[in-house]
DNA sequence: TCTGGGGTCCTAGGACCC
DNA sequence: TCTGGGGTCCTAGGACCC
């Protein structure tokens, strides 16, 4: 049974816009050398990995190390490492010894470690699901594994369903990715005051699909759907697509369709946040 | 978490075609 | 009183992740 290893940063995965660019660089520079010890990594966000050690000769302890020690001295960061048979595992693995722990899960520990813990902590169970999930009693993952599969489907829905059967049990057999095609390029922004002036908002699209050409031209994309999304101040937020007929990656194109989505909304309202993403895409 | 930004996937419904 | 069925594309919104 392959042995896969999620590790997070410490201290705090928290969001900080003031540090992002130090942290991104530290991410991309840790990440090479996690990719020296394994070249099977799945790049999961900027302060998470899978890596797959199954084919590595050394023990788990000696693995640990070498992460562990590669982080501090790159980054000054500790991290927290799960080891197991999946990934589903071995991020919730991950999470249970937080500051500095590493976490051992396998087949035989998920009745007495897994099914004990609250639904939330199952990857993929949101706040959403969770009030859902605890509207029927269930409170913990157990309580989870023991429903019938046809619950899970009459509540959720026969995908989301059949994926909460199988996680409650443990089972993943999801493989790493170690590499994906971008399926959308994006950029929004929140203003710091709601919005009601017209000509700052279109100004800001404007700005928006700038940054969103010259990300899909740098990766060497087009794309045929563009979707504008605004949110007002009362956090209502609606998206209006546009396709096209061509693929296409340049500002007038895509700006041409961005305003034609925009024009479809009912800007009634003070606008707190708008976006602009392109989807569909070709390279 | 009264809420930042960049993503992914899923669902339901409508239009349109043969 | 009648109103098929399947496939594909597109749209809008929602849930979740880091």
């Not at 937080?98 to 976490?103: F, N, R, V, W, Y």
């Not at 059967?165 to 929004?188: H, M, Q």
Request: glycine share 4%; proline share 4%; with cysteine.
């Amino acid at each position: 049974m392959p042995l896969r290893t999620a590790y997070r940063l410490c201290p705090h995965a928290v969001f900080l816009p003031v540090d992002f660019e130090a942290y991104a660089t530290a991410s991309r520079l840790f990440k090479s050398v996690l990719l020296s010890i394994t070249p099977i990594m799945e790049d999961v966000g900027i302060d998470e990995v899978f890596l797959d050690i199954s084919a590595l000769a050394d023990t788990n302890e000696i693995i640990v190390d070498r992460i562990k020690d590669a982080i501090k001295e790159i980054t000054g960061l500790t991290c927290s490492i799960g080891i197991a048979p999946n990934k589903l595992l071995a991020k919730i693995g991950s999470d249970m010894q937080k500051p500095e722990g590493l976490t051992i899960l396998n087949e035989n520990d998920i009745e007495s470690r897994l099914w004990p813990l609250p639904i939330r902590k199952l990857y993929g169970i949101g706040p959403k699901t969770e009030s859902h999930l605890k509207n029927m009693d269930i409170e913990t993952i157990g309580q989870l594994a023991a429903l019938p599969e046809e619950i899970l489907f009459d509540h959720f829905g026969k995908s989301y369903g059949h994926y909460l059967y199988e996680a409650s049990r443990g089972i993943d057999d999801s493989p790493l990715i170690t590499y994906w095609e971008p399926k959308s390029f994006s950029r929004e922004v929140t203003f710091q005051e709601d919005i009601k002036n017209w000509q700052v908002i279109a100004k800001t699209l404007a700005e928006l699909v700038k940054e969103v050409s010259t990300d899909m031209k740098h990766h060497g994309y087009k794309a045929r759907t563009i979707t504008v999304k605004i949110r007002f101040h009362d956090f209502k937020t609606f998206t209006r697509a546009t396709t096209i007929t061509n693929y296409a990656d340049s500002e007038e194109e895509i700006r041409k369709a961005a305003f034609a989505g925009l024009k479809r909304i009912d800007l009634n309202k003070r606008v707190r946040l708008i976006g602009v993403r392109s989807s569909n895409l070709q390279k």
